[in-house]
């Protein structure tokens, strides 16, 4: 698969998401190519596709990729750990062995990207972006955005939030 950057790096954020893209992307033993699961413009997440999405989790997330997630969002391996269900203890143990995520937790990574993204397109900053994911909100009943994402529902109750601010409309 061949990835064309239209721009450089420009934040260390931006320099996570290529890394954690590149571990994403990365083929397994039973692949000789991955198949292109993303649409980056610049060093942005475009899209990623249902069947693209599925592919991944089939194959697998390495809990390596707790670090470059982290530095993304701008949270430290603890607390995303937490966010991906897995006691920071055993997260660590299994990035060290550089074994893959249980399957929850790696929905959660694909979740967790989708959402830094729709914030990205959302506010004027990254940095804007990272802080409005993680600070509390009163429309979420003083969770964070990042907090209520732990589940699909609250991840969905998320984008229509971000969805009303980008587009204008009720929530």
């Not at 729709?118 to 600070?135: V, Y």
């Not at 003083?142 to 109750?157: I, M, V």
Request: charged share 25%.
């Amino acid at each position: 698969m061949t990835i064309r950057i239209v721009s450089a790096i420009t934040s260390p954020r931006s320099a996570a998401l290529i890394a954690l893209w590149a571990m994403l992307d990365a083929p397994d033993t039973h692949e000789s190519r991955p198949e292109s699961t993303r649409v980056m413009v610049g060093t942005r997440l475009a899209s990623l596709s249902s069947a693209g999405a599925c592919k991944l989790l089939k194959r697998g997330i390495s809990s390596q990729a707790i670090g470059p997630l982290g530095d993304y969002l701008g949270l430290g391996k603890g607390v995303i750990a937490e966010y991906l269900d897995l006691d920071r203890s055993t997260a660590n143990r299994r990035a060290a062995k550089g074994q893959m995520l249980p399957i929850h937790s790696a929905e959660s990574v694909l979740r967790l990207l989708e959402l830094g993204q729709m914030a990205t397109d959302t506010f004027e900053t990254e940095d804007e972006a990272s802080a409005w994911l993680r600070r509390p909100h009163p429309m979420l009943d003083g969770d964070s955005p990042l907090e209520l994402a732990k589940t699909s529902y609250g991840a969905q109750r998320v984008k229509d939030i971000l969805i009303a601010i980008r587009y204008g409309g009720v929530v």
